[in-house]
């Protein structure tokens, strides 16, 4: 399966539905620019390593392409083209005047020491510094990349352009350019969307049962929230075990366990599962937040959850989506579910722009302004045209983009 063939499906299906002009739709059917670079790093012994490395500047008809960056063994140039194009649908569903871009690096992130990561992170700004920028393209953190990375990465640009230029990339720690709610921005935006969507299918929210594949910075962020606001999530799994606790698992504990043992395997109380069976469950909400392809055509019919919200990009394959749609399965795409991250990045880099921050409260006040509408308008679209919420997010966006690249030609 290839995630880009995907994208292109769903762009096609979207098109369709909404007779998309068509020449909007060949300037959208491949990336605006592909970058591609060979990283020479030294590792600590001494020896010279090279690792592939890519940007894709997919589509810039609202604004600078925005977009994170990828350091995982398994990165290809079409994953980072899928990524890209979808960070355009995403910044466009959620109103946020921003193209798609995405970045990555073959590699696998903890086979380095700290050293060799941050010799990683500033040879990737060496080499994608003239078309990266404040004003041009603003990578993120993304699977394996972290609030650090993006520092090493300001801060190598900044010595480079000669003045701090920290709206190069977004994701910073608070210390350094960063926005308050930066971090647990995607779970949070994905978790105004859930809220929005258990109210419209008319479910009770207290003791809703939910499963979450991915324990990162969303998944695990996502797992907090809920277990606050009175769910109960009875799996989770990372990439080393899937575990289940019908009785609901004690989230802050299995937080403070996981960081002792770097792993969720073994949590007191649970007993282990695969992940088809962590898919399988009987629950009400099934959160796919760790890579792409997950939700395939050979298990998607075991799928018994109510709403599936996508906090992991790409999860589900396009024939996973028509058996989901025709179960009655409501699906929340992940450019609408997960971009609460992007959100909170444009916050951060208008933070940056004008050296003025923002408080806690305005920043989720201002992510809740930008979530509500963006539901109401791709749940709004799905009941005109009677299409799946993916589709009716694509609809939604790519009626903004054409508005945009109409205006410009
Ligand atoms: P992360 O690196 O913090 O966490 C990834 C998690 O997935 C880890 O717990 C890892 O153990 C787990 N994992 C990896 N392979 C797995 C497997 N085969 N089975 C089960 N679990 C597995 O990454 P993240 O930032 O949480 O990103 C997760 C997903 O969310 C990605 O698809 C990413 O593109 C998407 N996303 C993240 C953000 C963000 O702000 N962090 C924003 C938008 C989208």
């Known amino acids: ?10 762009l096609e299906t979207a098109a369709k539905i909404m ?3 068509e020449e909007t739709l060949a300037r959208l059917s491949s990336p605006e620019k592909i970058n591609m670079a060979s990283l020479p ?3 600590d012994d001494g020896t ?7 940007r894709v500047q997919y589509n810039s008809a609202r604004g600078p392409y925005k977009g994170g960056i990828r350091f995982h ?3 290809n140039l079409d994953e980072v083209k899928a990524l890209s194009f979808w960070m355009a649908i995403k910044c466009s569903v959620v109103g946020i005047p921003m193209g798609g871009g995405k970045g990555g690096v073959i590699v696998d992130p903890k086979s380095l020491s700290i050293k060799e990561l941050e010799r990683l992170s500033r040879a990737w700004i060496r080499a994608f510094r003239p078309v990266i920028g404040p004003e041009k393209d603003i990578p993120a953190p993304d699977v394996y990349t972290t609030p650090q990375i993006m520092a090493w990465m300001a801060d190598e640009f900044s010595q480079l352009e000669g003045k701090p230029s920290l709206g190069v990339v977004t994701g910073k720690p608070v210390e350094f350019g960063g926005s308050l709610g930066r971090g647990t921005s995607t779970a949070q935006g994905g978790f105004y969307v859930l809220q929005a969507a258990v109210k419209q299918l008319g479910l009770a929210s207290q003791g809703l049962k939910v499963a979450i594949q991915g324990f990162g910075n969303a998944g695990a962020v996502m797992a907090g929230l809920l277990f606050e606001a009175g769910y109960k999530v009875v799996a989770v799994a990372d990439s080393s075990s899937a575990i289940y606790d019908v009785n609901g698992l004690d989230i802050p504990e299995l937080m403070q366990y996981k960081a002792s043992t770097k792993s969720v395997k073994n949590f007191k109380g649970s007993k282990e599962i695969s992940t088809e069976e962590l898919f399988a469950l009987e629950l009400d909400v099934l959160i796919p937040a760790a890579l792409e392809n997950q939700i395939t055509e050979n298990n998607a019919e075991n799928i018994k959850a109510k709403i599936l919200l996508e906090l992991a990009n790409g999860p589900t394959t396009p024939e996973a989506d028509d058996i989901l749609f025709k179960n009655k399965v409501v699906l929340i795409p992940d450019v609408l579910a997960n971009a609460g991250g992007v959100t909170v990045s444009y916050f951060e880099w208008l933070q940056n722009l004008s050296n003025n921050y923002w408080s806690e409260e305005e ?4 992510l809740r302004d930008r ?3 963006a539901w109401s308008a791709v749940w709004e679209t799905g009941q005109k045209y009677q299409v799946n919420l993916r589709s009716a997010a694509f609809v939604t966006a790519l009626e903004r983009i054409d508005k945009a690249s109409r205006a410009r030609s």
């Not at 399966?1 to 769903?10: G, H, P, S, V």
């Not at 010279?48 to 890519?54: D, G, V």
């Not at 920043?363 to 201002?366: H, L, M, R, S, T």
Request: proline share 6%; net charge positive.
């Open 1 to 10: 399966m290839n995630a880009y063939d995907n994208a292109l499906r769903q």
């Open 19 to 21: 007779n998309l002009n």
């Open 41 to 43: 790093v030294r590792m």
């Open 48 to 54: 010279l390593k090279i690792f592939q490395a890519y």
């Open 73 to 75: 063994p398994q990165v």
């Open 363 to 366: 920043v989720d006040k201002e």
């Open 371 to 373: 979530m509500m509408p």
